[in-house]
């Protein structure tokens, strides 16, 4: 018979919450109120948002470990993105955890991926502690969300014990809590004793060897590739012998060179762990994450969590445009295999898949802005390659029939701009489901194909002036919703390789709305521009004014340009349709068509037509 053991010096936590609504800032505030820096320390704001694209985007992209002591007890929190691109991300550490925090925006309520994350946690059974922040909001409506969120528990179907949860309201930016709207809040003290008193610490079974599952990897200049994980079960020493288990059940024999444990943000030497531990280690140089590190005695791998399949995918391929290998650093196919495929061992929501052609790979994610943060991160690398429409992922049910994702998306807009974005989520074939007024928008929810809101964001915020906010995650898959409209303008497209003029330009942008500035370095089958027709269009960006020719555009000669359009990469990657490439390098990104040759792709474009008709 086995006997369960208790770690009552430690509890394990995660903080789970929909996209901003405070959840690294209330790390640093643990942090802080519990001793982790030294009283005069300057630390940066969200210190955990340590990488460099979740700085710039003020998002968290990874999810990551760090602890704090309260008296006698040892916390490790794990930090997690809420963003729904990144949910994987928050499915892959839920096992590392007895308990979570659930932050909820005290003015937002309950959004899609307040509920994605806790249904994935109530799935664990893991114990919630659900804590309202941004009480300080001039907006702030607590009693409601707490209402909402018990309504989300409902629907959720959390048990008894799940219900009972203790609600903290916070204002994790001034590092504040209260148990009570009444009591004016201070420090963290309360969401600490709270923390303390509801989650439950670690429990194992004493009698068996050392076992973990690798549920993070981090990589450190000096000491290499770090595996982070919980052990399950045993304890482990410094110099012990250990097998390397994978998910297929082959096994490597590995032994302990260095362990760590965390102390704040940082890693700390330790010699010895146990049970209920959060540790890293270094040394497995090929491990993956889902591996389980076990003592020798044991083979059987630890099971390990399922993560929702991907939703959409692009393909990535090796730049063929006419500027290929210009700017890049690494641009050949087996470069770009090889660095799509080191990102499995830590990305553990994407997947790479060869494809027909050998120097194509297709990827796919959750989201859009997943497959753009790689874009993004490999172009900083020095890659170079290019990359095509987005794709939803369909699949087929027993019966056959197509399946499409459908999203869970939920607008805050203007009473004055509802209508439009009804009408146009309904073109979208969206289904509203609900609608509320709050504050002082309108709150609608929708269920919309994952395929209608490719491309949506921009129309969404043309359409209500910039004033409202979208939410999306990943509901389920329902049969297919039939066909929907892509974008509804066409390309300027060149007809020449060259260097654009302004002397062209100033006729060009007649057309529509240019992308590029005079002497951008331009080839035939380029995208200049946006057609404000809903067709392409070939056109000369790159005329040059003929000295003989007196015709001026202007009476005074004097050429007047409208400034091109700035897009970010998740723009460029909104704008491209199925007939178009991103060019990504380094230094620029361009949209280029797939067949460069005015006639070929006219001659192509006719024959698709002529197929479609028939
Ligand atoms: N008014 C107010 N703002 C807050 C509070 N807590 C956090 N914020 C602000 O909310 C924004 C988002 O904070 P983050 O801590 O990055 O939110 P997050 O939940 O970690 O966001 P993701 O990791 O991207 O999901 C920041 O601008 C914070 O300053 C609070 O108590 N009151
Ligand atoms: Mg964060």
């Avoid at 399950?232 to 288990?245: A, E, F, P, R, W």
């Amino acid at each position: 018979m086995s006997t369960e053991s208790v770690r009552l010096d430690i509890r394990n936590i995660a903080i789970i919450a929909h996209v901003d609504h405070g959840k690294t800032t209330l790390v640093d505030h643990l942090l802080r109120q519990s001793g982790t820096f030294r009283e005069n320390q300057v630390v940066a704001e969200r210190v955990m948002d340590s990488n460099d694209l979740e700085r710039e985007k003020g998002i968290t992209i990874m999810a990551k470990n760090a602890a704090v002591r309260w008296g006698d007890i040892k916390i490790n929190i794990v930090d997690t993105p809420g963003h729904s691109d990144f949910g994987g991300e928050v499915e892959r550490i839920l096992s590392m955890v007895d308990g979570v925090l659930l932050l909820v925006d005290a003015a937002e309520g309950p959004l899609p991926q307040t509920r994605f994350v806790l249904k994935k946690a109530l799935e664990l059974n893991l114990i919630p502690i659900v804590v309202i922040n941004k009480i300080d909001r001039s907006d702030a409506r607590a009693p409601e969300v707490l209402d909402e969120i018990l309504e989300l528990f409902i629907a959720l179907g959390a048990d008894y014990h799940q219900l009972d949860f203790p609600v903290i309201y916070a204002i994790a930016k001034q590092g504040k809590s209260t148990l009570s709207l009444n009591t004016p809040a201070e420090t963290l003290a309360p969401l600490l004793e709270t923390i303390i008193s509801t989650i439950p610490p670690p429990t194992y079974e004493a009698a068996k060897p050392f076992q973990m599952i690798i549920t993070a990897l981090g990589w450190s200049d000096y000491i290499g590739r770090i595996a982070i994980g919980r052990i399950q079960t045993g304890s482990v020493k410094m110099g012990d012998s250990v097998v390397l288990i994978r998910p297929d059940g082959s096994i490597e024999q590995q032994r302990i060179t260095k362990m760590y444990a965390y102390e704040g943000v940082q890693r700390a030497e330790i010699q010895e762990a146990s049970a209920g531990e959060i540790i890293a280690l270094s040394g497995f140089e090929n491990v993956h994450i889902g591996d389980t590190i076990s003592d020798p005695s044991c083979t059987e791998p630890l099971a390990y969590v399922n993560i929702e399949e991907p939703t959409i995918a692009m393909e990535f391929s090796v730049n063929n445009s006419p500027f290929a290998g210009r700017e890049g650093k690494h641009v050949t196919t087996p470069k770009i295999r090889e660095r799509l495929f080191r990102e499995l061992r830590t990305n553990v929501a994407l997947r790479v898949a060869e494809t027909d052609s050998p120097d194509t790979f297709k990827v796919s994610g959750r989201g859009e802005l997943q497959l753009a943060i790689l874009i993004e991160t490999m172009r900083r690398e020095g890659y170079e390659f290019a990359v095509s429409k987005p794709e939803v992922l369909f699949k087929r049910n027993e019966d056959n029939k197509l399946l499409e994702p459908i999203e869970h998306v939920i607008v805050d807009v203007p009473d004055a701009h509802i209508g439009t974005v009804i009408e146009i989520l309904g073109r979208r074939k969206g289904e509203m489901v609900n609608m509320t007024p709050t504050g002082d928008v309108i709150r609608a929810e929708f269920y919309v194909p994952a395929r209608g809101l490719i491309g949506f964001r921009t129309e969404f915020l043309t359409s209500t002036r910039g004033s409202g906010i979208i939410h999306h995650t990943f509901h389920d898959y329902q049969p297919y919703k039939g066909t929907i409209t892509g974008r509804t303008k066409g390309a300027l497209v060149s007809m020449e390789t060259g260097s654009s003029t302004a002397y062209a330009l100033e006729m060009v942008q007649e057309r529509g709305v240019m992308f590029v500035n005079p002497g951008t370095e331009i080839y035939e089958g380029m995208v200049v521009g946006e057609n404000s027709r809903e067709d392409d269009m070939s056109v000369n960006p790159c005329r040059a004014k003929h000295l003989t020719n007196m015709r001026a555009s202007g009476s005074d000669g004097i050429v007047r340009l409208d400034p091109p359009r700035q897009m970010s990469l998740e723009q460029f990657i909104e704008f491209i349709e199925d007939d178009e490439l991103l060019e990504v390098t380094p230094v620029n990104l361009r949209i280029r068509k797939k067949i460069l040759d005015s006639t070929a792709r006219q001659r192509a474009a006719k024959r698709s037509k002529n197929q479609a008709d028939a």
